[in-house]
């Protein structure tokens, strides 16, 4: 590496190094190792980060401290609080919204959930990357992902562009040669599309961990629809078999799993699969905890008008038999038919139907949403969510007392008024109250009751509330409870109170607070002998009723 060295090893790095080894890193340094970062620096090892600090390892840290401290330049501080806290400081912080995702992060992790992704997504690659980015986080969370990519509106773009028209018979696509090609081309296209758009997802996340996303026709097979009213439907069939098994080995993996509209059947035929029926289907077999669709379109309430943000599979069966959708054809349709149809209700509800069928066949949930970012997250992760909700009815066998159901609530009563719960009240007075009273009944048994009093200024108590003695400890006082809260919302009831001398911490649980006796409404008359503590709760929306079923108990 030199010339004429004169070290018993030949190496030189410098010229006239005195040094044995023959390495230099810089000049003159009487250092035993020759190492030098600085210059004139006297500390035993050669290193130096400032300039003449005195400390004996060499580091400063901050040039203004030097010679603050004896031993070292570090000092320690008692933050003050109150000035992190500035006065007119917003109340919601990033601590409250993640302490306020947390049990629904939790609840979902490792539960499955299907999302369906309608054409229109496609040719619009901004959006389409959004949604994967949404998809990406779920992921990470620890949720396990089936993605359907729908490619309806795509082929009839294609058909549209060479002058022709889809057949439809009662709702259901005929699906020729033609139509076919179309639809293999298309779901070939979404399935790059979603790949690209995932990767690029993941990538910007710089994550370690590997994802994989896996697509074919191992997933499902098909079947063909065949020939109904003397019409032949040719290449379009329904799912036949969903591989479950394959389906959350491939979850457990740690992978995404994809499914489009083309599938096979054992002879190897190939046939077309409505996308959306698809996804519901699924949803059922693998036992899915949700299945989400997007879709631009909403439901309003006429009366308040506002959009509806949770909705009873009762009610929205109801909907969908005034659009002449019977409830057979849930999964098999794809055009409402009924007399209110538009093009934009017909869509939606469509979807509202996969969404019934799949509440129908065991799924928890189902969710109609906006293709918007963060849509999803939103939906998941917040009680007000962003689109609409659709569960099952949990309050099946919850009605309006009746005459002949007063020696039973006076059973159930009866205990709780010996042991000084609740106020005796006579049959003349159950009587007289009885039109503010609901129960639960099962095979014509009364297993719960509770009254639902409306007082002026909005307000409303909540009184009796019992649970036969046999039938406690299952979840019952809180579907109760929770109906009420709906009865009161649809009355435009602002708040509810309660009057308690033993089960304060039950209610206080489920949301209501301490307060004084002088809220309640003036017409309501309180017992100072009695000496009841006052609880009360603010009402939100029907959606913040429906976040509070999710945690209950009897559904883990």
């Keep these: 590496l030199g010339t004429d060295v004169g070290s018993p090893d030949g190496f030189e790095l410098g010229t006239d190094v005195g040094s044995p080894d023959g390495f230099e890193l810089g000049t003159d340094v009487g250092s035993p190792d020759g190492f030098e970062l600085g210059t004139d620096v006297g500390s035993p090892d050669g290193f130096e980060l400032g300039t003449d600090v005195g400390s004996p390892d060499g580091f400063e840290l901050d040039p203004k401290f030097a010679g603050s401290l004896e031993e070292n330049s570090f000092e320690i501080q008692r933050k003050n609080v109150d000035r992190e806290l500035p006065s007119g400081a917003p109340e919601s912080t990033f601590s409250d919204l993640f302490r306020h995702c947390a049990p629904y992060i939790a609840m979902h992790r490792n539960s499955a959930v299907v999302i369906h992704f309608p054409s229109r997504v496609f040719s619009e690659p901004t959006a389409l990357r959004t949604l994967m980015d949404d998809v990406a986080i779920l992921h990470l969370l620890g949720l396990k992902l089936i993605l359907v990519a729908g490619i309806r509106e795509k082929v009839l773009d294609r058909l549209s562009a060479e002058g022709l028209q889809l057949r439809l018979h009662k709702g259901m696509q005929v699906t020729d040669r033609k139509v076919l090609q179309f ?149 098999r349709s794809e055009d409402a038919q009924g007399p209110q149809s538009t093009v934009a209700s017909s869509s939606f509800v469509n979807l509202l139907a996969k969404c019934v069928a799949a509440v129908n066949g065991g799924v928890t949930r189902a969710h109609l949403i906006p293709p918007l970012a963060g ?167 029907e959606r913040d009723v429906s976040a509070e079923e999710l945690l209950w108990n009897v559904f883990r």
């Design 375 to 541: 849509s999803l997250l939103e939906e998941l992760f917040t009680r007000d969510g962003s689109g609409v909700l659709i569960s099952r009815d949990v309050y099946e066998g919850i009605r309006a007392a009746r005459d002949s159901d007063i020696a039973a609530i006076q059973e159930i009563l009866k205990p709780l008024e010996v042991e000084g719960v609740l106020v005796p009240r006579s049959r003349e007075v159950l009587e007289k109250e009885l039109k503010h009273c609901h129960v639960l009944a099962r095979d014509g048994s009364v297993l719960a009751c509770a009254m639902l009093i409306p007082y002026e200024d909005s307000q409303a108590e909540i009184a009796c509330l019992a649970v036969h003695p046999s039938f406690r400890c299952e979840g019952r006082g809180e579907v109760l409870l929770a109906y009420l809260e709906r009865v009161a919302l649809s009355m435009g009831t602002r708040s509810l109170f309660v009057l308690s001398t033993r089960t304060m911490l039950w209610f206080e649980e489920r949301g209501f607070v301490p307060a004084d006796p002088s809220s309640l409404p003036p017409s309501r008359e309180y017992n100072e002998r009695r000496a009841s503590k006052v609880y009360t709760k603010r009402l939100g929306t």
């Design 183 to 331: 639809v293999k081309e298309e779901s070939g296209v979404a399935r790059f599309e979603i790949e690209s758009a995932l990767a690029k997802a993941f990538g910007g996340m710089f994550t370690q961990r590997s994802t994989t996303l896996v697509s074919g026709n191992s997933f499902y097979s098909a079947k063909p629809l065949g020939v109904r009213d003397g019409v032949d439907l040719q290449s379009t069939g329904e799912v036949r078999r969903v591989e479950t098994e394959n389906i959350r080995k491939r979850l457990d993996a740690g992978d995404i799993v994809l499914l489009t509209s083309v599938a096979h059947c054992a002879s190897g035929e190939i046939f077309y699969v409505p996308s959306e029926g698809l996804a519901a289907q699924c949803a059922i077999d693998i036992k899915a905890s949700k299945v989400v669709f997007y879709t631009e379109d909403r439901l309003v309430d006429r009366a308040l008008q506002k959009s509806v943000q949770s909705l009873q599979i009762s009610h929205a069966k109801q909907l969908l038999n005034d659009f002449g959708i019977r409830e057979g054809d849930y999964i």
